[in-house]
T-cell receptor, first 115, second 117 residues
Framework: AQSVAQPEDQVNVAEGNPLTVKCTYS??????LFWYVQYPNRGLQFLLK??????LVKGSYGFEAEFNKSQTSFHLKKPSALVSDSALYFC?????????????FGQGTTLQVKP | DTGVSQNPRHKITKRGQNVTFRCDPI?????LYWYRQTLGQGPEFLTY????????KSRLLSDRFSAERPKGSFSTLEIQRTEQGDSAMYLC???????????????FGPGTRLTVT
């Protein structure tokens, strides 16, 4: 079965420090991978995606993610965290067993950036 | 581009009542998805429309749930005889099938939070 795992329920980082939010996946074939952010009582906001090409993808608000096929990982990174980055982050993979484009989400990681 | 909108934002209902939610996707998007998100979990797929055709339904979608997308524009999700286990955030998302227009990412609405008492 295809799945996404986010091994950390919460990540704490000091403002100005680099941050990493981890994601691993299990799919058949080449994965289409996504990161979304959710602020309280809001919908999900698209950050970035990996479909093909360069393993390092850049997205919104200074975020980037590195696709690592051998480790089946797609970790989200930012060189310098802001307090305003504090939110709930979801990694997702496209269900390759369906031609609908539906997404399979991880359980989410809460990022807490302290001043 | 006004984004995906959903109404109502919040709904409180008593067990056994019927509720209906509406989603207005981004106007040029032909793909529309409904997801359900419970506290502490990621969204789970419920159903998918391409234009007006409902092409896939999750096993999560019991026979008390029905969704429509008449004319391929807005969509409605109805829950009949609500149960306390239906309490969740219901999210709508849309995307384009045009690869040049970003066919892969989905754009989400703010969600409708349902509380069944």
């Amino acid at each position: 079965a295809q799945s996404v795992a986010q091994p950390e329920d919460q990540v704490n980082v000091a403002e100005g420090n680099p941050l990493t939010v981890k994601c691993t996946y299990s799919v058949s074939g080449n994965p289409y991978l996504f990161w979304y952010v959710q602020y309280p009582n809001r919908g999900l906001q698209f950050l970035l995606k990996y479909i093909t090409g360069d393993n390092l993808v850049k997205g919104s608000y200074g975020f980037e993610a590195e696709f690592n096929k051998s480790q089946t990982s797609f970790h989200l990174k930012k060189p310098s965290a802001l307090v305003s980055d504090s939110a709930l982050y979801f990694c997702a993979v496209r269900d390759m067993g369906s031609n609908t484009g539906k997404l399979i989400f991880g359980q989410g990681t809460t990022l807490q950036v302290k001043p | 581009d006004t984004g995906v909108s959903q109404n109502p934002r919040h709904k409180i209902t008593k067990r056994g009542q019927n509720v209906t939610f509406r989603c207005d996707p981004i106007s040029e998007h032909n793909r529309l998805y409904w997801y359900r998100q419970t506290l502490g979990q990621g969204p789970e797929f419920l159903t998918y429309f391409q234009n007006e055709a409902q092409l896939e339904k999750s096993r999560l979608l019991s026979d008390r749930f029905s969704a429509e997308r008449p004319k391929g524009s807005f969509s409605t999700l109805e829950i009949q005889r609500t149960e306390q286990g239906d309490s969740a955030m219901y999210l709508c998302a849309s995307s384009s099938s045009n690869r040049l227009a970003g066919a892969y990412e989905q754009y989400f609405g703010p969600g409708t939070r349902l509380t069944v008492t």
